[in-house]
């Protein structure tokens, strides 16, 4: 039956979605409108802050092309191509695939949602070498794990409001993951979604007839490169102590960033371990320069983009549109509701706010009074809008862009999946904040 419904989405994002560039455009545009039109703020204060909000993004963006890249060049060493290619052969069906790409994906993006992102795109192509499955569907059921990541060991929101000094500790205090990532209605939501996304994933798939099967050409084997070593420069290109020795040492200053100095897992240091990895599994600098190459065009949808959706982030904040937002959900909620009602205002803020930490420094300052005036569960609500900023990036091209890029495909491709999966995520969990 879910692939009746998702057909019609299907066909109607494969026709009318555009490029995500043009997305974010029209979302750029939206956002300064709807701020000058529904805010305090003059057209001149808008413009300013889009202007000036458009590089506050760079170091970000640098992180997101370097967990593109350094994740693309370890898949394509020989060690981990083989190991991706094994696990993909449980999968020697259709229906076993998008099972499978799903829980591998989930897992991933509970551990943490850069590692999530680019493994579920890396076992996809892996699968798709070797079984015949809607191409667009095993993709949007890698993506689909991505869901999870707030509720997961690296959400940025329960992590901040349990640090010391946090921005909200004068009003809340320390709230510890005991009470978010642990708490009850979090493992519930947790379990349920990786019950659920695999089955929602599995029937979806289209018939024989409506499925589009991967070109090989998009998975083929990354090419070698021979060279005749003429020169003594070669020599050192082609080293594996070079290669190997500075790969090793990356990975002893992990082992002590995690087993000595207690280091966490993040953004920077899955970056790290994706590095040094590839450093030391492709042996050569010259094997790894062959992978960067192949790999840095698959980035340039994230250089484009990222500067206009900070651009738009700095709008919605500084003009108070995303306030607005927040505050006309809020207004309507009790005790019991408030947590629902942050959660779908967290979703539609997500739409043009894609960071969770950026996304809480917007919305604390409302759902936190709402939550002590009405005396509703803080941890609940702060949840509540972990989830609605996950549950969006369903139909987030922002966040989706690595996946697509590794992928091969356009947003369009996987989009009419997602609508599906956000409808049935998102009644979910609203059940179990509200009820739970």
């Not at 060690?79 to 994906?105: F, M």
């Not at 020795?245 to 990975?251: C, E, P």
Request: charged share 10%; net charge neutral; glycine share 8%.
């Amino acid at each position: 039956m879910l692939n009746k419904i998702a057909t019609p989405f299907t066909k109607l994002v494969e026709r009318y979605l555009p490029d995500p560039f043009i997305f974010v455009i029209l979302l750029s545009l939206i956002t300064l409108l709807s701020a000058s039109i529904f805010t305090p703020a003059t057209h001149i204060e808008v413009l300013h802050a889009w202007g000036s909000g458009f590089w506050n993004l760079l170091s970000f963006a640098m992180q997101m092309l370097l967990v593109l890249i350094t994740g693309y060049m370890l898949a394509s060493t020989p060690p981990i191509n083989k190991l991706l290619e094994k696990l993909a052969t449980l999968a020697n069906t259709a229906p076993k695939s998008i099972i499978l790409v799903t829980l591998i994906s989930l897992l991933a993006s509970w551990l943490n949602w850069g590692f999530g992102l680019v493994i579920g795109a890396l076992f996809a192509k892996a699968i798709a070498k070797q079984t015949k499955v809607d191409y667009r569907l095993l993709v949007a059921s890698a993506y689909s794990g991505f869901v999870v990541w707030h509720g997961g060991l690296a959400g940025s929101i329960p992590l901040t409001i349990a640090t010391e000094g946090h921005f909200s500790q004068s009003s809340i205090g320390i709230i510890s993951t005991e009470q978010t990532l642990f708490a009850g209605f979090n493992i519930a939501i947790l379990i349920g979604l990786f019950i659920i996304m695999p089955l929602v994933n599995r029937y979806m798939l289209p018939s024989d007839k409506n499925s589009v099967y991967v070109d090989p050409a998009l998975i083929k084997e990354s090419p070698k490169h021979n060279e005749n070593i003429t020169r003594p420069a070669q020599h050192l290109e082609h080293s594996k102590l070079l290669g190997i020795a500075i790969g090793l040492l990356g990975l002893c200053y992990l082992a002590y960033y995690f087993v000595i100095a207690g280091g966490s897992l993040n953004l920077n240091s899955v970056i790290a371990m994706f590095l040094f990895l590839a450093i030391t599994l492709h042996q050569t600098p010259h094997n790894l320069l062959n992978s960067l190459q192949q790999a840095i065009p698959s980035g340039a949808g994230i250089v484009i983009q990222f500067p206009f959706y900070a651009g738009i982030m700095a709008v919605m904040v500084d003009s108070g549109l995303a306030q607005q937002i927040s505050r006309g959900f809020i207004a309507v909620a009790d005790a019991d509701s408030l947590p629902f009602y942050s959660f779908i205002s967290a979703g539609l803020v997500n739409i043009f706010v894609p960071s969770g930490g950026g996304q809480w420094a917007v919305q604390a300052p409302i759902v936190i009074p709402a939550a002590q005036e009405l005396g509703a569960d803080i941890s609940r609500v702060a949840m509540a809008v972990a989830w609605g900023d996950a549950w969006t990036n369903l139909i987030q091209p922002f966040w989706a862009l690595p996946v697509l890029a590794i992928a091969g495909l356009k947003a369009k491709d996987i989009m009419g999946f997602c609508v599906v999966q956000l409808f049935v995520t998102g009644v979910f969990i609203s059940l179990v904040l509200s009820f739970y």
